[in-house]
């Protein structure tokens, strides 16, 4: 599997660039004039390319049992993938020499610019993986924001789906595959560790925290039910009701799980905490970025390059932020003259951070209150989509409480697609458990981000769209991913949202949280500052709440250069809209300009603005 899939899937990003352009075969110029290769010729060669890739992703989905559950498949249902590095080491392996195979196989000059793209990305991924493979140990493993140790579970109990007895005994399997995998995720930790690589305090503290919760309750305590036993049993009764069980057979099946959690799922968190509890000790006395590590600052510009898909240098982004913060708080300093707020900007910081009016109670009546108003205004804009999209997607939305083992106070909300054939709608998770770090006015455009028009339009769209290679369909570029996301915050305006003015003034709030992102990760990483210095940065330049903003910078922390892609992916969207706005004037179609950056599925920025300048020229010549 390529490692990027599964990482994306685990919420971190494993994508690394090796320059703004992506990586293009040379091909030797020939000796003697000859004859254009014909339509037929360039249709033969792309329609054998594309049966190459369909093989290779073949291949390659045969690393990732958890993938192809992901996608709805059925096969390699009972196995969970190997995490070890020695796998790591034999798929990049296998597309380092697939990736000659497709340079030896193939002429580049006989292939439909879509299916030169496809060969691209194909070797851009390569060099991804090339990029990365130096620094695998500098990773924090385990930390507070995800990893294996709170992403397995959540797999089972949302993706792996159970329909029949044989899907029941697969999830028990898995249950011990788990195990397995903690186990050689908990090495990699402590090679990594081996080599001075020691997580902040509060990202080991929130392992432990999670994974002592996935372990309390039946059948290990007497404190009510653990998640994983609760999913057990509510799926096997799914089958009795269902007829597909008796109950002496799902009485066999509850057995059987039971013991797979007590015989191997508790020891592998046991060792696991165990191992946190002892690896504090090593923590940085005061927290702070990856630049510290040994070859810290190789590894954040790797980071950098991964995130952003360009060759921006870290005092670009950093000056790039800061141009942006302050050209962002002069439309906040509207929306307060609007409102006739009385005051200087920070004290209207204040003033909407701390009002009571901007938040739901603490109370389950809160909670379902907070998605109840996601859900209404995702249905408002769902309406309006047609006005601005030719590609609609077909998969459902629904939105969710993150589950309480791996829920956060003030963490970030997120979003999983569904499945290709629309079999398990796309989810958008919210952390409700404390609702003083949600606050309303961010509310509507955080569910556009998350939703329609942003993730889940852009992913389900890329899933959907015919004629790609799956492998495209499936592909994970964060500075594209996110990019739209921001830039869906920005288009929602222009459907018609944010009515309110502390709504609109809630979507300069994520947008000049965006901006400060890129201030603050390279302050962090690049710069030498501390923890607390990015949090007084972040609160002196935003009105997100306080919990939101320790949440933010300790991810920030732990996932060097991810918080980057947001505002470099939105920029250069915008700056292909007005370039599009520019060279087509009349003849410039909205519906069309979107259906041109979603209907490629993710791109390297550089891939994507070679695609819109196609589309421009073809839209000239017509």
Same mark, same amino acid.
């Given at each position: 599997?390529?490692?990027?899939?599964?990482?994306?899937?685990?919420?971190?990003?494993?994508?690394?660039?090796?320059?703004?352009?992506?990586?293009?075969?040379?091909?030797?110029?020939?000796?003697?004039?000859?004859?254009?290769?014909?339509?037929?010729?360039?249709?033969?060669?792309? #329609?054998?390319?594309?049966?190459?890739?369909?093989?290779?992703?073949?291949?390659? *989905?045969?690393?990732?049992?958890?993938?192809?559950?992901?996608?709805?498949?059925?096969?390699?249902?009972?196995?969970?993938?190997?995490?070890?590095?020695?796998?790591?080491?034999?798929?990049?392996?296998?597309? !380092?020499?697939?990736?000659?195979?497709?340079?030896?196989?193939?002429?580049?000059?006989?292939?439909?610019?879509?299916?030169?793209?496809?060969?691209?990305?194909?070797?851009?991924?390569?060099?991804?993986? #090339?990029? =990365?493979?130096?620094?695998?140990?500098?990773?924090?493993?385990?930390?507070?924001?995800?990893?294996?140790?709170?992403?397995?579970?959540?797999?089972?109990?949302?993706? $792996?789906?159970?329909?029949?007895?044989?899907?029941?005994?697969?999830?028990?399997? !898995?249950? +011990? &595959?788990?195990?397995?995998?903690?186990?050689?995720?908990?090495?990699?930790?402590?090679?990594?560790?081996?080599?001075?690589?020691?997580?902040?305090?509060?990202?080991?503290?929130?392992?432990?925290?999670?994974?002592?919760?996935? %372990?309390?309750?039946?059948?290990?305590?007497?404190?009510?039910?653990?998640?994983?036993?609760?999913?057990?049993?509510?799926?096997?009764?799914?089958?009795?009701?269902?007829? =597909?069980?008796?109950?002496?057979?799902?009485?066999?099946?509850? &057995?059987?799980?039971?013991?797979?959690?007590?015989?191997?799922?508790?020891?592998?968190?046991?060792?696991?905490?165990?191992?946190?509890?002892?690896?504090?000790?090593?923590?940085?006395?005061?927290?702070? &970025?990856?630049?510290?590590?040994?070859?810290? #600052?190789?590894?954040?510009?790797?980071?950098?390059?991964?995130?952003?898909?360009?060759?921006?240098?870290?005092?670009?982004?950093?000056?790039? +932020?800061?141009?942006?913060?302050? !050209?962002?708080?002069?439309?906040?300093?509207?929306?307060?003259?609007?409102?006739?707020?009385?005051? /200087?900007?920070?004290?209207?910081?204040?003033?909407?951070?701390?009002?009571?009016?901007?938040?739901?109670?603490?109370?389950?009546?809160?909670?379902?209150?907070? %998605?109840?108003?996601?859900?209404?205004?995702?249905?408002?804009?769902?309406?309006?989509?047609?006005?601005?999209?030719? *590609?609609?997607?077909?998969?459902?939305?629904?939105?969710?409480?993150?589950?309480?083992?791996?829920?956060?106070? +003030?963490?970030?909300?997120?979003?999983?697609?569904?499945?290709?054939?629309?079999?398990?709608? &796309?989810?958008?998770?919210?952390?409700?458990?404390?609702?003083?770090?949600?606050?309303?006015?961010?509310? #509507?455009?955080?569910?556009?981000?998350?939703?329609?028009?942003?993730? $889940?339009?852009?992913?389900?769209?890329?899933?959907?769209?015919?004629?790609?290679?799956?492998?495209?369909?499936?592909?994970?570029?964060?500075?594209?991913?996110?990019?739209?996301?921001?830039?869906?915050?920005?288009?929602?305006?222009?459907?018609?949202?944010?009515?309110?003015?502390?709504?609109?003034?809630?979507?300069?709030? /994520?947008?000049?949280?965006?901006?400060?992102?890129?201030?603050?990760?390279? +302050?962090?990483?690049?710069?030498?500052?501390?923890?607390?210095?990015?949090?007084?940065?972040?609160?002196?330049?935003?009105?997100?709440?306080?919990?939101?903003?320790?949440?933010?910078?300790?991810?920030?922390?732990?996932?060097?250069?991810?918080?980057?892609?947001?505002?470099?992916?939105?920029?250069? %969207?915008?700056?292909?809209?007005?370039?599009?706005?520019?060279?087509?004037?009349?003849?410039?179609?909205?519906?069309?300009?979107?259906?041109?950056?979603?209907?490629?599925?993710?791109?390297?920025?550089?891939?994507?603005?070679? !695609?819109?300048?196609?589309?421009?020229?073809?839209?000239?010549?017509?």
């Amino acid at each position: 599997m390529n490692k990027s899939i599964l990482l994306a899937l685990l919420g971190a990003t494993a994508l690394t660039a090796c320059g703004e352009e992506a990586a293009t075969p040379s091909v030797s110029a020939p000796q003697e004039t000859v004859a254009p290769p014909s339509a037929e010729e360039i249709q033969a060669e792309t #329609e054998r390319l594309n049966q190459w890739f369909a093989e290779r992703w073949e291949e390659e *989905l045969d690393f990732s049992p958890i993938f192809k559950t992901y996608l709805g498949r059925g096969d390699d249902k009972s196995k969970i993938d190997d995490f070890s590095e020695a796998a790591e080491d034999e798929q990049l392996e296998w597309r !380092r020499a697939a990736s000659a195979q497709m340079q030896e196989t193939f002429d580049y000059d006989l292939l439909t610019p879509e299916a030169k793209m496809s060969y691209d990305i194909w070797l851009y991924q390569l060099a991804q993986d #090339e990029a =990365e493979h130096p620094f695998r140990r500098r990773a924090y493993t385990f930390n507070q924001m995800n990893g294996p140790h709170a992403f397995l579970p959540n797999f089972l109990i949302n993706f $792996h789906s159970v329909e029949t007895a044989d899907d029941m005994n697969a999830y028990v399997a !898995r249950i +011990g &595959g788990i195990s397995r995998a903690i186990g050689q995720a908990l090495e990699r930790a402590q090679l990594a560790a081996g080599e001075g690589v020691h997580a902040p305090l509060f990202a080991y503290e929130g392992v432990k925290k999670q994974s002592q919760a996935l %372990i309390t309750g039946a059948p290990f305590t007497e404190d009510g039910d653990s998640p994983l036993w609760s999913d057990a049993n509510r799926k096997i009764d799914a089958l009795v009701e269902a007829g =597909e069980l008796d109950e002496d057979a799902a009485g066999e099946l509850r &057995g059987a799980a039971q013991a797979a959690l007590q015989n191997e799922f508790k020891p592998a968190y046991d060792a696991l905490i165990a191992w946190v509890e002892d690896d504090m000790a090593n923590s940085p006395d005061v927290a702070t &970025g990856v630049g510290s590590l040994p070859d810290g #600052e190789a590894y954040y510009n790797e980071r950098l390059a991964a995130s952003t898909t360009t060759d921006m240098t870290a005092d670009e982004v950093h000056n790039l +932020g800061l141009s942006e913060v302050a !050209r962002i708080q002069g439309e906040m300093e509207a929306i307060k003259e609007q409102v006739e707020f009385d005051g /200087t900007l920070q004290e209207f910081f204040t003033f909407v951070r701390e009002d009571d009016q901007f938040y739901y109670p603490n109370t389950d009546e809160g909670r379902q209150a907070y %998605i109840q108003a996601a859900t209404e205004h995702l249905d408002f804009i769902k309406e309006k989509l047609p006005a601005f999209f030719g *590609l609609l997607p077909k998969a459902d939305l629904v939105v969710k409480r993150v589950e309480s083992f791996r829920e956060r106070d +003030g963490g970030a909300q997120h979003y999983y697609p569904g499945t290709p054939d629309g079999s398990r709608p &796309g989810v958008y998770y919210a952390h409700l458990s404390d609702m003083k770090a949600m606050p309303i006015p961010q509310l #509507e455009v955080i569910a556009y981000h998350e939703g329609n028009p942003g993730h $889940h339009m852009q992913n389900s769209i890329a899933q959907e769209v015919e004629g790609l290679p799956e492998f495209r369909n499936q592909a994970n570029f964060t500075a594209y991913g996110e990019g739209w996301g921001l830039y869906s915050e920005l288009l929602a305006k222009e459907m018609g949202a944010y009515a309110d003015p502390y709504s609109d003034f809630g979507r300069l709030t /994520t947008e000049i949280w965006r901006a400060i992102r890129l201030v603050v990760d390279t +302050g962090l990483h690049s710069k030498g500052w501390t923890e607390q210095e990015a949090i007084d940065y972040f609160t002196a330049n935003s009105p997100a709440a306080a919990g939101q903003i320790k949440s933010e910078v300790r991810r920030y922390i732990v996932m060097p250069g991810q918080a980057t892609a947001y505002k470099v992916g939105m920029l250069k %969207i915008v700056e292909l809209r007005k370039k599009a706005e520019a060279e087509l004037g009349d003849d410039f179609d909205i519906r069309a300009f979107h259906d041109v950056i979603l209907g490629g599925g993710a791109l390297p920025l550089a891939v994507l603005e070679r !695609r819109v300048d196609a589309w421009i020229a073809s839209e000239k010549s017509a």
